[in-house]
């Protein structure tokens, strides 16, 4: 039986490695470029991915060590992953790449391990390996376009794309959640045009409610890496319309998102 989880962490390691490519030639000064996350340096978006690999090893690997440190994260929910990002970003650029190589190829090894269906603890509900794979490609991706804004580089967009697309799909009716608001009873359409020109298609075909557009334009929006103004990104329906307005991948509080271009 093949393993579900397998191509998705190919394609998380192409992601990681296209990043890596990224950064690797860069100076001091270049790291220490500003990015549009407020107050997060190129520095500090690879320091994050970097910690957030070595949570999710502990997590695969050693439940009681994670509950831990889930503990600790969870008494401090505003501040945790800032002070992550920042206790790596103080390292010399050197040793930062080399822990985030090092730690994001344990993480493939024990991923890879798990027997199918295994599932293991997380800050929400408990994860499984292609859960946690599809998780781990969204945000490297996200904090690529990030380091790729500040340093005015226009990335390619690759079908790998189609997984931040799904978890965003996926992660509709947490948007509203998080806000405190009750999502739609009923799924929309959503049909995006991949970076090859073929169609992703998610939700019921009869569906009142519909979301089109770029693929590309859908995972910046639900990444909250652009603005929908500056999108290609179109609803139909009042309640598709709000969730273009709050869509978000990622878990964790709602997001402020990215002010449009001009504001």
């Keep these: 039986m093949s393993d579900p989880a397998a191509p998705i962490l190919d394609d998380l390691r192409s992601e990681s490695e296209e990043l890596d490519r990224l950064v690797v030639?860069?100076?001091?000064?270049?790291?220490?470029?500003?990015?549009?996350?407020a107050g997060w340096t190129v520095a500090h978006q690879i320091a994050h991915l970097a910690w957030t690999d070595t949570a999710t090893l502990l997590a695969v690997t050693d439940?009681?060590?994670?509950?831990?440190?889930?503990?600790k994260a969870l008494?401090?929910?505003?501040?945790?992953?800032?002070?992550?990002?920042?206790?790596?970003?103080?390292?010399?650029?050197?040793r930062l790449l080399a822990r985030w190589r090092d730690g994001r190829e344990r993480l493939q090894e024990a991923l890879?391990?798990?027997?199918?269906?295994?599932?293991?603890?997380?800050?929400g509900p408990p994860m499984s390996a292609p859960s946690m794979a599809t998780a781990r490609l969204m945000e490297t991706w996200a904090h690529g376009q990030d380091i790729a804004d500040a340093l005015g580089v226009r990335r390619e967009p690759t079908?790998?794309?189609?997984?931040?697309?799904?978890i965003g799909v996926r992660a509709r009716d947490y948007a509203y959640f998080v806000?405190?608001?009750?999502?739609?009873?009923?799924?929309?359409?959503?049909?995006?045009?991949?970076?090859?020109?073929?169609?992703?298609?998610?939700g019921p075909e009869d569906a009142s409610r519909?979301?089109?557009?770029p693929a590309l334009d859908f995972c910046l929006l639900v990444t909250q890496r652009a603005h929908r103004a500056d999108l290609a990104v179109r609803a139909e329906g009042a309640e598709a319309d709000r969730w273009l307005d709050i869509a978000q991948a990622f878990a964790g509080p709602a997001g402020p998102g990215r002010p449009a271009k001009g504001a």
């Design 112 to 123: 890879r391990s798990l027997p199918a269906g295994a599932r293991f603890p997380w800050y």
């Design 25 to 37: 030639e860069l100076d001091d000064t270049n790291w220490s470029l500003a990015t549009p996350a």
């Design 63 to 71: 439940e009681k060590a994670f509950a831990d440190e889930a503990a």
């Design 210 to 213: 519909r979301v089109t557009g």
């Design 75 to 94: 008494s401090a929910p505003k501040t945790f992953v800032d002070e992550g990002a920042e206790a790596g970003a103080v390292l010399p650029p050197g």
């Design 159 to 166: 079908a790998r794309l189609r997984h931040v697309a799904w």
């Design 179 to 202: 806000r405190g608001e009750q999502p739609p009873a009923t799924p929309f359409r959503v049909e995006l045009t991949g970076p090859g020109g073929e169609l992703w298609t998610y």
